[in-house]
């Protein structure tokens, strides 16, 4: 491990990983090294989570793909200096920014999207003209061991290497000093990430996770919400960071709503705990953490599960207990608590109870609900009247606020996450006396002219 980060802290230093040329060229070598492993890629990701290849493709390759080409094509831009205007008691200066990769960096991943999740910061990384030690989660196996190796095949280790381990190889990890760490994951560990990288006084970028609302609106187009939310809260079986944890609905609706959530869940995984297509929970620890959840409390809908095959099917719990589990954790399953409200208001002050969630999905076509959600609720992002995709474009950069994380990345925002922007003032040999002692009353009545 230290020799990795050495070797890696030499090969920064011989200043090859900066030029434009060499990040565009090992952007275009990662794309091509994801697309020969494709196919590998795919089963490791059916073997860990059950995902079938439809949903790994988009979720954990497509996107990367798109992500890759976006850097590739605005990179040469991000990277030029930038003048920038020089105020006049600079006279007869220039100024300008640029920026300059942070060194060595770290990235830690979670399980849920092993290969996205550690690829996506790795494309800000080389963009940014960074080497990178990338540390996968224990509970992808699959997907961590071949990350491993296809990395190994390809990339030299003074410039990208996968290190794996839980617990103790990420703190051996973290007792060493990085330029960068980007860590992705739950809140307590979080907290322990930037701790670690305070000794060091290393930046970090935090994507956590917390408790996301889909907010339902008595206006809202009901099927589509219904639709939507199903969609969000189901892919991969409710293992997504940003999936509708919980869902508040308008008293006037609610039994529509639910009556569709239903047909959905039916039309979309029929059978669940034998359907190939429905994604399994990673673990025996995280199924049982579910299936505690709900033990011993009457679901609305479903219920069922089958811990051989690590499979819960979608459950809807209504009479929830705001002081529960149910409500005071992130659930990170298929399980969905609704709960009605009549006055906006209300649904405002549920959601303070688990404050600055990651994502928030707001159901309504009204513009005022729109805007006083959005203005009165901190949350990192969300959509309006869908839920998930506000990550899937380049464009919007992504991440937490307060507890769910700080920092951003995707398309420009990675790119900048993985670089340090230095600020330079040019001067002209030209020079006036007036700034320099002995500082006489004379210059004090001028200067003072200068700053009204
Ligand atoms: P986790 O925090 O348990 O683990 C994440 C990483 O940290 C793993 O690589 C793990 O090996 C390491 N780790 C675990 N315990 C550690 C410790 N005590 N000290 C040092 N390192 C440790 O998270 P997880 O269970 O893998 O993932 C689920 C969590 O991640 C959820 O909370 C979810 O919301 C969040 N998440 C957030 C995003 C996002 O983009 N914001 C994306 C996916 C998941």
Redo the contacts with the bound molecule.
Sequence with gaps: MLEVIQKQRQYFQSNKTKSLQFRINQLQKLKSVIKLNEALILEALHQDLGKSKYEGFISEIGILYDEINHMIKYLPKWSKVKKVKTPIVHFRSRSYLMREPYGVTLI??????PFH?SINPLIGAIAGGNTAII?????SINTTKLLQSMMKEHFKEEYIAVIT???EE??QL?NESFDYIF????????K??MEKAAKHLTPVTL????KSPSIVCYDANIELAAKRIVFGKLFNAGQ???APDYLLVHRSIKDELIEKIIYFIEQFYNEPLTNPLYPKIISNRHFNRLISLIKNKIPLYGGAYNEEVLKIAPTLMTNVDLDGPLMTD?I?GPILPIIEFQHLSEAIKIVSHNPNP?ALYLFTQDKQIEKDICQQIKFGGGCINDTLLHLATPYLP???VGN??MGRYHGKASYETFTNQKSILKKKYFDINLRYPPYTDNKFKKIKKLFK
């Design positions: 830690i991943s979670p399980w849920n999207y999740l540390k996968p989660s224990e509970y381990g839980g617990k990420t703190n973290l860590f992705t994951g739950s809140v307590p560990v979080g322990i990430i994507e956590l996770g917390g997504t960071c940003v992130e990170f990651l992504f991440g937490g769910s994380g």
